[in-house]
């Protein structure tokens, strides 16, 4: 038998985004994988559990302290940067703690910026979770939708092409 028998979805439908995996370096059996969601293994992968709630889209984490009845892990995503402490109760671990260190800073994520050739003060930029905005020199637009990756064609009649999450064009 492989793990990947054994595993959910451990990406979500971001794999091509947002995954991570870290290993704790006390106990290699102990995994912890960020994709949509966080997820634990406590037996090397072949079983696994959905632990903290916070933002989805996991780009790293890791283990700062560790022991067999304790875990202390930084993550971050496209939320911020967390700290989640896991503790082990009759022989389950479960998330004691959260503690998100960016819940008050103005921070946009930004996927792509494309200017227009004719004026370099014309451009669009696709944000994480944040939508998309569109500069025409004094003015700015936006919209509710986070553009992966984005063009901007014809500017001065206010054409604008972009490929939202799932590679739909609009």
């Given at each position: 038998?492989t793990v990947s028998q054994y595993s959910p979805n451990l990406a979500g439908n971001m794999?091509?985004?947002?995954?991570?995996?870290?290993?704790?370096?006390?106990?290699?059996?102990?995994?912890?994988?960020?994709?949509?969601?966080?997820?634990?293994?406590s037996d090397g992968g072949f079983t696994w559990k959905r632990i903290w709630d916070s933002?989805?889209?996991?780009?790293?984490?890791?283990?700062?302290?560790?022991?067999?009845?304790?875990?202390?892990?930084?993550?971050?995503?496209?939320?911020?940067?967390?700290?989640?402490?896991?503790?082990?109760?009759?022989?389950?671990?479960?998330?004691?703690?959260?503690?998100?260190?960016?819940?008050?800073?103005?921070?946009?994520?930004?996927?792509?910026?494309?200017?227009?050739?004719?004026?370099?003060?014309?451009?669009?930029?696709?944000?994480?979770?944040?939508?998309?905005?569109?500069?025409?020199?004094?003015?700015?637009?936006?919209?509710?939708?986070?553009?992966?990756?984005?063009?901007?064609?014809?500017?001065?009649?206010?054409?604008?092409?972009?490929?939202?999450?799932?590679?739909?064009?609009?």
């Amino acid at each position: 038998s492989t793990v990947s028998q054994y595993s959910p979805n451990l990406a979500g439908n971001m794999g091509h985004f947002a995954f991570c995996i870290s290993v704790d370096p006390q106990d290699e059996n102990f995994l912890v994988v960020g994709g949509l969601y966080p997820w634990i293994s406590s037996d090397g992968g072949f079983t696994w559990k959905r632990i903290w709630d916070s933002h989805p889209d996991y780009h790293q984490i890791i283990f700062l302290e560790s022991n067999e009845s304790s875990k202390l892990i930084v993550h971050c995503n496209d939320g911020g940067l967390y700290l989640s402490r896991l503790e082990k109760v009759s022989d389950i671990w479960e998330t004691k703690s959260v503690t998100n260190f960016s819940s008050n800073i103005g921070v946009i994520n930004y996927y792509r910026l494309s200017t227009a050739r004719e004026d370099s003060h014309r451009m669009v930029a696709g944000a994480a979770d944040a939508g998309t905005h569109l500069s025409l020199g004094s003015t700015l637009k936006t919209s509710d939708d986070s553009s992966l990756d984005l063009s901007l064609s014809d500017i001065f009649n206010n054409h604008k092409y972009q490929n939202v999450f799932y590679h739909n064009i609009s």
